[in-house]
Each structure stands twice: as structure tokens, then as C-alpha cells.
């Protein structure tokens, strides 16, 4: 496991123990975004704690909000805040919300209103194309968004702005809410989906990290067009017995199944 594996599983191991104790949900969604957020923050994106404020920083969009167990967790180890911040999280009067909030440092905007996140990418890129600056947005969605029509305006006007400092990664874990996206709203063809939106498209494996640095590094795909990358990933990924099940969409893990969860992620470290 090298440097960047570590972080992500460490992240899932933060973020467990925060929702653990807010007794909170959003688990599942959690763990398969880590690798996401471990390449994007020791890799990708052009930002660090001494840059929270520089104009020509990269934005990030953590669009599924809903997600900021992960989000924190990432920014903490990274060196944006301390990590004892983690330990208040989602009780009252704790800096963590229980949604990314705009406030904590490195978080660019509140969200996980789900479906306006790539909007608020969009115009912030826009911003950036019509300045001629050179910084870029990257908007994580999660795949259940993709049911909701602004989605998809914002991706419309993407391309027709020829968007080529924007970035889409859909974490595409197949699981939303209430069910399977197949059986909720079934998002296939999805990769057609977007490139018929005029977007240049690319599947990966989520949970690569050295494939996600190699494609995200590549980006722009095309010039002229912004990029999507639609990241296959796991839902509950590194727990065996959380991994694709829907039951960890909602659900915290406490006594037994804590400490089950909690021996399987350290085994990995």
C-alpha cells in the first residue's frame, strides 16, 4: 500500500469514527469516495493550507455534501485544520457540520443540497475562462444526482462555454438512497449520457489511485470541452461486510460492528 492508499484508508477510518459518534449516516458513501479525495489533495489539485485565500488556487466542489465526514477528514489530515477538530463533528456548536460548510478551511462552498453542485462549478469556472486565469474546478458528484434536472442544465451550459477548466467526477458506486440506480433511476448509458452532452468523457476504476492520478493529471481530455470523469466505485468500500450493501447508506456502525469495521480498515494501514 503506498503513501496515497494509506490516506484513503485513513479516511475512511476518521470518517467511521466521526459518524460512530454524531451517530450519523452516509457511510457508505463515505468510503467509496477516499481514494477520490486522497489523489485530488496529495496529487491533483493546485491548493494547501497556506493557499486557502490565493486567487489562483484550484476549486473543489465536494457536490455530494452529504459526504463531509470524508471531506473533513481529508482536509484535516492534509494540514487544513487539526485533526482533534474531527472529533466534535456534527454536535452542537462544532465547527464540522453535518453538510460541507463554507467556513471551515479549504471549503470553498456549503452544499450537499444534491444537484447544485456541478452548477456552482460551472459558474465557477465560467468566472475563470472570462478572466483568462488559469485555476480550474473540480465538482465530485455523487451518482443519484445525476437523476435531477439541473444536473444536467449545468452540464449543458458547460459545454456550450467550452468549459476545459472544468472537471466532473461522479463517484458511480451504483447505490442511492433507496435502492440501486438501476432500480431507482437507471443512469445507462451513462458515459453516453455525457459525451451526447458534448463533454469528453472517461471510465476508471475509483479505487485505483494510481490510475485516477494518471487520468486526472491528463485533463483536459479534449481541449474545448469539459472533462467527466466517471469514477467505478464501491459502495461501504474496505469493509467486507459494508461493501454494496444499501443498509450503509443510512446506518452507523456501533459496538460489535464498529470494532469489526474498525480491525478490517486498521489491517490494511
Known amino acids: 500500500m503506498n503513501e496515497v492508499e494509506r490516506l484513503a484508508n485513513r479516511i475512511r477510518i476518521h470518517a467511521m469514527r466521526m459518524i460512530r459518534n454524531a ?6 458513501g463515505n468510503f467509496s469516495m477516499a ?47 487539526p485533526l482533534e477538530w474531527l472529533d466534535s463533528f456534527y454536535t452542537d456548536g462544532a465547527r464540522l457540520a ?15 443540497a444534491l444537484g447544485h453542485g456541478l452548477s456552482m462549478a460551472v459558474g465557477m469556472a465560467l468566472a475563470a475562462k472570462r478572466d483568462e486565469a488559469s485555476w480550474r474546478t473540480f465538482a465530485v458528484l455523487s451518482d443519484g444526482e445525476c437523476d ?6 449545468a452540464t449543458m451550459l458547460a459545454a456550450q462555454h467550452g468549459l476545459d477548466n472544468l472537471v466532473a467526477i461522479v463517484d458511480y458506486n451504483k447505490i442511492q ?16 449520457k455525457w459525451s451526447a452532452f458534448r463533454w469528453a468523457v472517461q471510465e476508471v476504476d475509483g479505487h485505483d489511485c494510481r490510475a485516477l492520478e494518471s487520468l486526472l493529471k491528463s485533463v483536459p481530455l479534449q481541449p474545448g470541452k469539459p472533462t467527466c470523469i466517471i469514477a467505478h466505485t464501491v459502495k ?7 461493501e454494496d450493501s444499501l443498509l450503509w447508506h443510512y446506518r452507523n456502525p456501533q459496538g460489535e460492528e464498529y470494532e469489526k469495521a474498525l480491525a478490517e480498515l486498521e489491517a490494511n494501514q
Open 148 to 153: 435531477e434536472g439541473s444536473t444536467w442544465e
Open 35 to 81: 481514494e477520490i479525495m486522497a489523489v485530488l489533495y496529495t496529487r491533483i489539485l493546485k491548493i494547501s493550507p497556506e493557499s486557502i485565500e490565493d486567487p489562483n488556487r484550484d476549486r473543489l466542489i465536494l457536490s455530494k455534501g452529504h459526504a463531509a465526514a470524508g471531506y473533513y477528514a481529508t482536509l484535516a489530515e492534509c494540514g487544513f485544520f
Open 236 to 242: 461501504g468500500k474496505g469493509v467486507s461486510f459494508m
Open 177 to 192: 438512497a433507496l435502492g440501486h440506480t438501476k432500480d431507482v433511476v437507471d443512469l445507462e448509458p451513462f458515459a453516453d
Open 23 to 28: 451517530k450519523s449516516s452516509h457511510l457508505g
Open 98 to 112: 453535518g453538510h460541507a460548510t463554507r467556513g471551515t478551511p479549504g471549503i470553498e462552498v456549503s452544499s450537499g
